[in-house]
T-cell receptor, first 116, second 116 residues
Framework: DGGITQSPKYLFRKEGQNVTLSCEQNLNHDAMYWYRQDPGQGLRLIYYSQIVNDFQKGDIAEGYSVSREKKESFPLTVTSAQKNPTAFYLC???????????????FGSGTRLTVV | AQSVTQLDSQVPVFEEAPVELRCNYSSSVSVYLFWYVQYPNQGLQLLLK??????LVKGINGFEAEFNKSQTSFHLRKPSVHISDTAEYFC??????????????FGQGTILTVHP
């Protein structure tokens, strides 16, 4: 079955450490997205990528970085510059950037990051 | 720019009762509309979407939503809920143009709790 795999499901890190969240899809989707979810705030866009080797900042990119070296993979690094990194992180994809308008997203199951 | 307001952060209801989850949006361009459901510690799943045509759209699990252009609303309804409908529900818009094209904007979410 095709889908999006996020790993790990739960992640604990000490304050000041960088951490990388994995997102892999086998849907042959061109566009990929990272969202952060906090209680009562909905989903906020961190970064997105329309195609391989291309990505753009979303609404809350400060303290985060991404890469898109392969179509299937869009890892997110939470750096020590992110002031409040504890959150639920969701990766999503769509057939194509323009197709998002019609088809919306397919989501992964998320990674819950806790920084102590 | 777009914004989505879900008018109730929490909705408690008894099993087999009807429910309505309210969503209002604002946008300077035309939009398509989506409802997603999220079960605890999972990603989001698409419930239904409105693209064009009939303003009443039916989705999975017995849910339906009505698009009202004059009131810029897209309320989600179910005539009889089950315990298994307990989840968080997100309304989202997808603009047909502008700087947010190709990206979804989400509301803050409504937690539906169905009591026996």
């Amino acid at each position: 079955d095709g889908g999006i795999t996020q790993s790990p499901k739960y992640l604990f890190r000490k304050e000041g450490q960088n951490v990388t969240l994995s997102c892999e899809q086998n849907l042959n989707h061109d566009a990929m997205y990272w969202y952060r979810q906090d209680p009562g705030q909905g989903l906020r866009l961190i970064y997105y990528s329309q195609i391989v080797n291309d990505f753009q900042k979303g609404d809350i990119a400060e303290g985060y970085s991404v890469s898109r070296e392969k179509k299937e993979s869009f890892p997110l690094t939470v750096t020590s510059a992110q002031k409040n990194p504890t959150a639920f992180y969701l990766c999503a994809s769509s057939i194509g950037f323009e197709s998002t308008v019609i088809y919306g997203y397919t989501f992964g199951s998320g990674t819950r990051l806790t920084v102590v | 720019a777009q914004s989505v307001t879900q008018l109730d952060s929490q909705v408690p209801v008894f099993e087999e009762a009807p429910v309505e989850l309210r969503c209002n949006y604002s946008s300077s361009v035309s939009v398509y509309l989506f409802w997603y459901v999220q079960y605890p510690n999972q990603g989001l799943q698409l419930l239904l979407k409105y693209l064009s045509g009939s303003t009443l759209v039916k989705g999975i699990n017995g849910f339906e939503a009505e698009f009202n252009k004059s009131q810029t609303s897209f309320h989600l309804r179910k005539p009889s809920v089950h315990i298994s409908d307990t989840a968080e529900y997100f309304c989202a818009v997808s603009p047909l143009g502008g700087t947010s094209y190709g990206k979804l904007t989400f509301g803050q979410g409504t937690i539906l709790t169905v009591h026996p």
